[in-house]
């Protein structure tokens, strides 16, 4: 089999599990060179990456005449100009998230990928998170009936972080870190075109000014509503997921599980016509009588490595890649959106002009 030698530029944890991850697919991938500025970065380097030639920067790393692939893994704002200078010098450039910090990058590096096609792959790898993939079997099998609302939560813990990623200096914050996951998985779930969104962005905890809770709903074209909420400043977190639909509700975990709650599919809604009279004492409809059944499904193991398989297979065998480039512009967008609708005060520093 035809190996792509591949290569990472910055070896921090995202760095080193980019190679890990490649490195798990020895038949398509052979790890083959690394590049950090930061010397002791290239320094007790795990198993898959010992072997690999080192650099002290992308542009060292650049003139390996036998190098075909390279993952950024840098800071957030590095990544862009970093993905251009990769395909310019027609090597294949796979961006972690955030792809980019404005709609204004994105445009640029649509440029770059115009004048280059098939240079370029997005890592958002949250797409092949086992939960996420069985959820959108369930709800596209069509058991919860017409889908309303969507509820993606995430905590990360709580922690008075205080490294980089907490600084709007360098475009840190839990919306450039974890809002692209879940933004990208609630525009799948959505299916259909954003109209409008509300925001909440802000700093509760984290040492550094940038954000460490973010509040968005999304309303699509369709009726749908994405709430979407992920903090570092909660101790008590509960479910990841829910989504509520006109027959039944799905929510995870449920000890490890997925599990919803339906009316039971034998029943046929009948029509009905409202009382105008007073109410009974009760709370209910007792012109109908609804059964329920629950189910729990098992969630695959998480395969977010997958995602290098298929870049392999747009590489080499021609198959489209999963994830479009005009899928992640609408994440930078609605990211972009978001900080603008909320009025986060860093957000001035946030924006690349």
């Known amino acids: 089999m035809d190996k792509i030698k591949a290569g990472t530029v910055g070896l921090g944890r995202m760095g080193r599990g980019h190679a890990a991850e490649m490195s798990s697919y020895p038949e398509l991938f052979e790890f083959a060179a690394c590049a950090d500025n930061a010397p002791d970065r290239l320094e007790n380097l795990p198993d898959c990456m010992k072997n690999a030639r080192k650099y002290s920067s992308l542009e060292e790393m650049l003139k390996d005449p036998e190098l075909e692939l390279i993952s950024i893994a840098t800071r957030h704002a590095d990544h862009v100009p970093m993905a251009v200078k990769i395909m310019e010098a027609g090597k294949i450039a796979v961006i972690e998230k955030p792809v980019a910090t404005s709609v204004a990058e994105m445009m640029e590096l649509k440029a770059c990928l115009d004048r280059h096609p098939g240079k370029l792959f997005l890592r958002h790898n949250r797409r092949f998170e086992g939960a996420f993939v069985k959820a959108r079997e369930l709800v596209n099998s069509g058991i919860l009936g017409n889908i309303n609302y969507i ?203």
């Open 151 to 353: 509820k993606l939560y995430r905590s990360v813990g709580y922690c008075r972080r205080n490294d980089w990623m907490t600084m709007t200096e360098f475009y840190g914050g839990l919306l450039s870190n974890w809002g692209p996951h879940l933004i990208d998985q609630a525009l799948r779930f959505l299916d259909s075109p954003v109209v409008d969104l509300w925001a909440d962005v802000r700093n509760v905890i984290s040492i550094g000014d940038g954000d460490d809770l973010f509040k968005i709903l999304l309303k699509a074209e369709n009726g749908r509503l994405a709430d979407i909420e992920v903090t570092g400043a909660n101790t008590m977190p509960g479910r990841e997921m829910e989504i509520i639909g006109t027959r039944g509700t799905l929510v995870y975990p449920v000890d490890g599980k997925i599990m919803i709650r339906m009316v039971d599919p034998s029943i046929e809604f009948k029509p009905l016509k409202p009382h105008p009279e007073n109410p009974p004492f009760q709370y209910g409809n007792f012109d109908e009588k609804l059964y329920f059944v629950e189910s729990r499904y098992d969630v695959p193991e998480s395969s977010l490595g997958v995602m290098w398989r298929h870049i392999y297979d747009a590489v080499r065998k021609g198959i489209p890649y999963p994830i479009t480039f005009e899928e992640g512009l609408e994440v930078v967008r609605i990211t972009e959106k978001v900080f603008e609708k909320s009025g986060f005060e860093p957000i001035k520093k946030f924006f690349r002009k």
